[in-house]
């Protein structure tokens, strides 16, 4: 019977292609976003889910309270030691140290050969804590010692080509000889660690002595700590006993410090700890892949409905014939899975193409083969199976129920086929869901501009950031200012620590102000900087003045933010009061006082900064360059930076480019929900195109006799639209409380955000109804100027 049911239903597909096309395509385009949603999630789940043991792999995180709570994935140097000393609650404890952008420079015949990669000093047990095995199959690393290093598959080839890399040798940021002793298989991009050359831990010596210390005065955000725990441990337990550290390590310190264990499964998704994407980001995606699906199952009962007067004579007659209402109940299911099939198949070869450029939006390398497991198999059923049951099972029951009586005589109501009311609230939540996502593209398009586009504060236009080698002599770097700055191109320089907005290169340290005998609540950020970065920057002096360079630091510039935290309300009241910073590090009178900018994104409060010619953490050039001759600047500055520094790689990147990365993950976010958008207005179209069809055809009469009785074209044109109007108005009235309460939980991410005008709600509505509009305008005019006579002929 299911086989007969089939014959059928392709017949009856064939005859109605124009309906039959419009489904497919509908349902095509959610099976193709349903698709790279289901991707993009089980691209995301997989991190780090491959390691043996993953669910006993921990790290550990730290919460700094002072006047702010701030979260680091990472703990002190002492850390690690003192744990595996004091407690047996892991089986392996093992410190890595990230750093990224390195120099690496080969001898190769005779030929320097330089390159950059990002590295990892790391313990041995980080290797038994993770299993990132050799190309020979173990994961004992061997690099104990110190200069060693493993190097993975994909840099040994960057580096050596296809010779054997096992004890050759490179030199690392020109200054330590490290040998080669294993090569490790090559990541996947699910992980958690993205190195690409693994040193010794006792290599970090050499580079960096607090790091490689075992000092509890602070922390280095590139410094991480994992266990592998042993089985049944109590974690909140483990918690509570690591607060006797504070005291017995920090008794005096402001910033107090909260030890937690994370566990690796949710490293990636806690953006409190840099993680790569907020869950609940994945569940709005899936959320808005549901609803695309949800508006094309929608497009397939309102068309499937409005057809079923035209279907009617086909139920009668088969009625008649002995038919029963099951079997014509399969016979309109069969019907369903038919197009559904069809419509998936069209959908994978959609996402097939659209793939591509779906990675280079999102930088990620999605590909079909991640399909080919049961995962997706189980998925595709499902998803088969729940459109089909959603989309088929209303029309075919209301098909079921046709009177054969009626149906013959064509005396059949709406109420028979579904009812307006039915198909009006489908409608109605069909253009809800496409509201909602409109005006989300609308806030979130309007929080990016408003804060790439605000005043942040200091001047990022046409600025160039090069690095400059570590502890660079100070007439070394005096004359390659003076060198850069004879190019006309060049405007301005500056040598610092980092921009006013330096997104991850920050430096948070306590403060003494005044003398007081306690540290401040707050940390203060650390610009070091020499006199040209206040105009370099163009950041506003309100009080006092700028400071002299000398061969001490004893003068310092604050900000506004500063003043406020140390409870001074005029900043000339600040003027010569002393601050020590990070213990010593600076200590000095404050001459100056600037307006506060934007040292961070918009996520985050502005931070108390302090600024002073601490030319020993100097590690960029800030140069401002007309953008008219740019590129006979930029290659005056590559010249005269590879002449100081022939032994290490140019590299620059703009400022600005660098602030707008700060907001890559909302760009991501406003791109994936922008073609969401347009895929759920494009199926909402369709839809209504199917339906005008069929409305024109049951008011064919009525715009007859309104015609013949002297109603003009935009009388009658309106006639046909008005019902679709009013639809559009109620959605947007239930549309609008739900985009609001998302759309405010979403702002509440960001310190500095827009606000939620009332214009947004009125503009979606306004796009939705110009669209409709556009969709049904063609067939409500053609009906409109029908000759009146073929309108009133009667069969």
Not at 36 to 61: G, K, S
Not at 639 to 648: D, G, I, K, L
Request: glycine content about 8%; proline content about 3%; overall charge neutral.
């Amino acid at each position: 019977m299911f086989k007969n049911n089939l014959k059928i239903a392709w017949r009856n597909l064939v005859k109605r292609k124009g309906f039959s096309f419009i489904n497919i395509l509908g349902l095509s385009m959610g099976f193709g976003c349903s698709i790279l949603i289901f991707l993009f999630v089980q691209y995301h789940l997989q991190f780090d889910n491959f390691h043996q043991n993953a669910d006993r792999i921990y790290r550990f995180n730290t919460e700094e309270h002072r006047d702010l709570i701030d979260y680091e994935a990472a703990v002190p140097p002492g850390f690690a030691n003192a744990f595996k000393q004091d407690y047996d609650y892991a089986e392996i404890v093992a410190k890595s140290a990230d750093r990224g952008n390195w120099l690496i420079t080969l001898d190769e015949n005779g030929a320097k050969k330089q390159l950059k990669a990002d590295i990892a000093f790391t313990e041995t047990g980080f290797f038994k804590i993770f299993n990132y095995p050799l190309v020979d199959g173990s994961n004992a690393a061997p690099i104990s010692e110190p200069n060693t290093a493993l190097i993975t598959e994909q840099m040994a080839q960057k580096m050596f080509g296809g010779a054997d890399p096992i004890n050759k040798t490179f030199v690392l940021e020109n200054d330590q000889t490290i040998k080669v002793t294993g090569v490790l298989k090559d990541f996947p991009k699910t992980t958690l660690t993205q190195a690409q050359v693994f040193l010794s831990f006792d290599t970090l010596k050499s580079y960096d002595g607090f790091m490689s210390s075992e000092s509890w005065g602070g922390i280095n955000s590139s410094l991480h700590c994992y266990a592998l725990m042993r089985p049944n441990q109590d974690i909140p337990q483990i918690e509570e006993q690591l607060k006797g550290y504070v005291q017995k390590f920090r008794p005096n310190s402001k910033n107090v410090h909260h030890y937690k264990l994370q566990a690796l499964k949710d490293i990636h998704f806690d953006a409190r700890y840099s993680g790569g994407i907020d869950v609940k980001s994945l569940w709005i995606f899936s959320l808005i892949g549901l609803f695309i699906l949800v508006v094309a199952s929608i497009n397939f009962i309102n068309i499937s409905t409005a057809q079923s007067i035209n279907r009617s004579k086909e139920v009668g007659v088969r009625k008649v014939l002995g038919s029963y209402k099951r079997e014509l109940f399969w016979q309109f299911m069969a019907e369903t899975l038919i197009v559904s099939v069809l419509a998936l198949v069209l959908g994978a070869a959609l996402c097939l193409l659209v793939l591509p450029s779906f990675n280079t939006v999102f930088g990620l390398e999605l590909s079909f083969k991640e399909l080919l497991d049961i995962k997706f198999l189980g998925f595709i059923v499902l998803l088969l199976g729940l459109v089909t049951l959603l989309a088929g099972s209303y029309p075919g029951v209301l098909l079921a129920r046709i009177a054969p009586v009626l149906a013959l005589k064509r005396k059949l109501s709406h109420n028979d086929t579904g009812g307006y009311l039915t198909r009006k609230t489908l409608v109605v939540t069909q253009f809800v869901i496409s509201i909602v996502l409109i005006i989300g593209s609308i806030v979130v398009g309007k929080q990016l501009k408003y804060a790439i586009k605000s005043d942040l504060g200091f001047a990022k236009d046409g600025i160039v950031m090069v690095e400059i080698p570590e502890q660079i002599e100070t007439p070394q770097l005096q004359g390659l200012k003076e060198r850069i700055l004879q190019n006309s191109g060049v405007e301005n320089l500056t040598a610092c620590f980092a921009s006013p907005g330096a997104g991850d290169n920050n430096w948070g340290t306590n403060v003494n102000f005044d003398n007081r005998p306690e540290p401040e609540e707050f940390n203060i950020q650390v610009k070091g900087a020499d006199k040209d970065y206040l105009d370099a920057f163009a950041l506003e002096l309100v009080a006092g003045r700028n400071f002299f360079e000398k061969d001490t630091v004893d003068e310092m510039i604050v900000n506004e933010e500063f003043m406020r935290k140390v409870g001074v309300n005029d900043p000339n009241e600040l003027l010569g009061k002393e601050i020590n910073v990070s213990n010593g590090f600076a200590v000095g009178k404050i001459v100056g006082v600037i307006a506060d900018f934007h040292d961070g994104d918009f996520h985050q409060k502005i931070n108390p900064i302090f600024i002073a010619p601490v030319t020993q953490i100097y590690s960029e050039l800030a140069i401002q360059i007309n953008m008219a001759s740019a590129k006979n600047a930029l290659q005056h500055i590559e010249n005269e930076w590879s002449t100081a520094f022939p032994e290490y790689v140019f590299e620059y990147a703009f400022l600005d480019d660098r602030v707008a990365e700060l907001y890559q993950t909302e760009q991501r976010f406003l791109s994936l929900i922008g073609i969401f958008s347009g895929l759920a207005i494009f199926i909402g179209c369709l839809g209504i195109y199917g339906l005008i069809l069929f409305f024109v055809v049951q008011k064919t009469k009525e715009i007859g006799i309104r015609k013949v009785l002297g109603a003009g074209l935009s009388s009658l044109v309106g006639l046909v639209m008005q019902d679709f109007l009013k639809l559009i108005l109620i959605a947007g009235v239930i549309a609008t409380p739900i985009a609001w309460y998302f759309m405010s939980q979403w702002l509440e991410n960001f310190e500095y955000r827009t606000p939620l005008n009332w214009w947004i709600f009125v503009l979606a509505v306004v796009i939705i109804m110009a669209i409709t509009l556009l969709t049904i305008s063609y067939q409500a005019i053609k009906a409109a100027i029908a000759n009146p006579v073929k309108s009133l002929r009667i069969e």
